[in-house]
């Protein structure tokens, strides 16, 4: 079974950065999609950025375009999101997910604060 595992998050002031690894273990994919979501309370989980695995290709969602940044160091299994210039409305618990056609594996989730 795929494991996921979030870290980096915390407490940051606005306009401040965080930056926020996933290492996923047990693998059986060859290709896959690596995503960052984000969930704030009382609000549905939406999705933040994604990497594909063979093309590196990255999307963002509008809301934290130019401000956050994903990466990954594929043959690692392992994917970054740099977040700048952060806001208050960033605050949530962050996800990472694994997905391989219809299957998707998620981490635990990791708190990211905004506040002053």
């Known amino acids: 079974q795929v494991q996921l595992v979030e870290s980096g998050g915390g407490l940051v002031q606005p306009g401040g950065s965080l930056r926020l690894s996933c290492v996923a273990t047990r693998v059986p994919y060859s290709s896959y999609a690596m995503s960052w979501y984000r969930q704030a309370p009382g609000k549905e989980r939406t999705r933040v950025a994604t990497i594909a695995s063979t093309s590196r290709t990255t999307t963002y969602a509008d809301s934290v375009k130019d401000r956050f940044t994903i990466s990954g160091d594929i043959p690692k299994n392992t994917i970054y999101l740099q977040m700048n210039n952060l806001k208050p409305e960033d605050t949530a618990v962050y996800y990472c997910?694994?997905?391989?056609?219809?299957?998707?594996?998620w981490g635990q989730g990791i708190q990211v604060t905004v506040s002053s």
């Open positions: 997910s694994m997905g391989y056609g219809a299957t998707v594996h």
